[in-house]
C-alpha cells in the first residue's frame, strides 16, 4: 500500500510539474529550467522510493545451536523530522520523505523559511495520493521562530530520527539537542568542493564541466565547485577558455526569462559573502578575469566571476562561498593537488578531469570526499548513494541505501526447537 500510495504522488507531482516548477522559481529565483529539472528530479525519489518500499528484506542467519533460529527483521525507526534548506525546496524533502514513508514511517517536516510554498505544494499532493493524514506533515515557520522549532524537533522524545541538510554549523547544533535523547541521525551538510584539471585532461570538456558544475543554481548548490585547482601545463588555456564560456552561455536574469541561466542569490546576506570573498582574494594579489560586481539588474544579482592568481591563504579557497565565484589555483604535481583538495574539514563532492587511467583510480580513491565525479560535472542521480565524509555529514539519501536510514534492524532468537 505505501509503494502504491508513494507511486500515486509521483504521478501527480509529474502531472503538476509546470505549477510547481514556478513555485520554485517564485521562491527562490532558480531559473525555470532548472526548476523544472528538480521537480523531476524530485518526483524521481518518489518513484524510486515506492520500488524500494516492497524490497525492505530481513535475514535468516544459521545459528551455532541446533534448537535456535535466528532472524533479522527491519522496523521503521517512527516518527522521522525532515529539515530542508531553500536551494532545493522540492528534491531534498522526497529524498527524504520518500525513503521515510517507504520505510513506513510518519514525517514531520520544516521547511527553510525561505521556501515554505514548495513543501506545502507537496503536502497538497499527498492528499491528493492518498496518503493518510498525518502521515506527511508540514510546519513552516519564520527565520526567528527557527533555532526553537528546531530543538523542539531534536529533543521530543517522539521524534525518533532527524534527517536535515544545511550548514555544517546548524549540523552541529542540531546534533548536540539529539544527543540527548540518542535519537538516529542523518546529516548532509557544507560542502567546499575541489575540481581538480590534470594536464592530461581534455581541456575543452573539462570547460563544460567546470561550467555545470559551478554556475548551477547561481553556484548556490552543497556539491557546487568552491576550488578549482589547475595543474601548470594547461592552466592558461583553461583559463582562457572558461572565461569566454562564462561569457559566452551564461546570461543574468529573472529566473521566469526563458533565456536566464544566473537567476537571483536568495538575499543579500549571499551577495556580501561573495563580495566579501573577491575583495579580500583581489586584497592579496588574485586577478578577476570576468564579473566581480553585482549586477545592474538589482541588489541580489551578481556577476559570474573567475578569479585567478588564487592562493589557499585567501577566504575563497578556505570557505565555501555558496555563489557565482570559480577561484583558480595553479598546482605543479599531483601530489601537491590531492594535498590541498583533502586540507578541508569537509569532504562531499569532488571533482577532477584526466585520460591517464592510473591516475583516474589514483586520485578517486585518495580524495576524501563522499562523491566524486571523473571527466564529469554533474553526479547526482536517484540511483547514487548521496553524502559525504569528515564535516560534511553523516549517512547517505537515494540509493538502495537510502532506506536503510529510516529502518531499525531488530534481532530475534527463536529458542527451544
Known amino acids: 500500500e505505501r509503494s502504491l500510495r508513494l507511486r500515486r504522488w509521483y504521478e501527480l507531482m509529474l502531472e503538476n510539474k509546470e505549477e510547481l516548477a514556478r513555485i520554485i522559481t517564485a521562491e527562490n529565483g532558480k531559473p525555470l529550467k532548472e526548476a523544472q529539472g528538480e521537480i523531476l528530479y524530485s518526483a524521481s525519489f518518489l518513484e524510486w522510493f515506492a520500488e524500494e518500499a516492497r524490497r525492505v528484506y530481513g535475514d535468516v542467519i544459521p545459528a551455532s545451536a541446533k534448537d535456535r533460529r535466528i532472524l533479522a527483521l527491519k522496523q521503521p525507526v517512527g516518527v522521522a523530522a525532515i529539515i530542508t534548506p531553500w536551494n532545493f525546496p522540492s528534491a531534498m524533502i522526497t529524498r527524504k520523505v520518500g525513503a521515510a514513508l517507504a520505510a513506513g514511517c510518519t514525517v514531520v517536516v520544516k521547511p527553510a523559511e525561505d521556501t515554505p510554498l514548495s513543501a506545502l505544494a507537496l503536502g497538497e499532493l499527498a492528499n491528493q495520493a492518498g496518503i493518510p493524514a498525518g ?24 521524534v525518533a530520527k532527524i534527517s536535515f541538510t544545511g550548514s555544517t554549523a546548524t549540523g552541529k547544533i542540531l546534533l548536540k539537542h539529539a544527543a540527548g535523547t540518542v535519537k538516529r541521525v542523518s546529516m548532509e551538510l557544507g560542502g567546499h568542493a575541489p575540481f581538480i584539471v590534470f594536464d592530461s585532461a581534455n581541456v575543452d570538456c573539462a570547460v563544460a564541466g567546470a561550467l555545470a558544475s559551478k554556475y548551477r543554481n547561481s553556484g548556490q548548490t552543497c556539491v557546487c565547485t568552491n576550488r578549482f585547482l589547475v595543474q601548470k601545463g594547461i592552466h592558461d588555456e583553461f583559463v582562457e577558455k572558461f572565461a569566454k564560456a562564462i561569457e559566452r552561455e551564461l546570461h ?63 577566504l575563497c579557497t578556505q570557505e565555501e562561498t555558496f555563489g557565482p565565484l570559480a577561484p583558480v589555483i595553479k598546482f605543479d604535481t599531483e601530489a601537491e593537488a590531492i594535498a590541498i583538495a583533502n586540507a578541508a574539514n569537509v569532504g562531499l563532492a569532488g571533482y577532477f578531469y584526466s585520460q591517464d587511467p592510473a591516475q583516474i583510480w589514483r586520485v578517486a580513491e585518495q580524495l576524501e570526499v563522499g562523491m566524486v565525479g571523473v571527466n564529469e560535472g554533474i553526479i547526482s542521480s536517484v540511483e547514487s548513494p548521496f553524502g559525504g565524509v569528515k564535516q560534511s555529514g553523516l549517512g547517505r539519501e537515494g540509493s538502495k541505501y537510502g532506506i536503510d536510514e529510516y529502518l531499525e534492524i531488530k534481532y530475534v532468537c527463536f529458542g527451544g526447537l
Open 135 to 158: 502521515v506527511y506533515n508540514v510546519v513552516p515557520c519564520s527565520r526567528q521562530q527557527t533555532p526553537a522549532v528546531g530543538e523542539v524537533l531534536c529533543t521530543d522524545p517522539l
Open 252 to 314: 543574468v536574469g529573472s529566473g521566469f526569462d526563458a533565456k536566464t541561466t544566473q537567476g537571483p542569490l536568495i538575499n543579500e546576506k549571499a551577495v556580501e559573502k561573495v563580495e566579501r570573498h573577491i575583495n579580500d582574494a583581489v586584497s592579496q594579489g588574485a586577478s578577476i578575469v570576468t564579473g566581480g560586481k553585482r549586477h545592474s539588474l538589482g541588489k541580489n544579482f551578481f556577476e559570474p566571476t573567475l578569479l585567478s592568481n588564487v592562493s589557499t591563504k585567501m
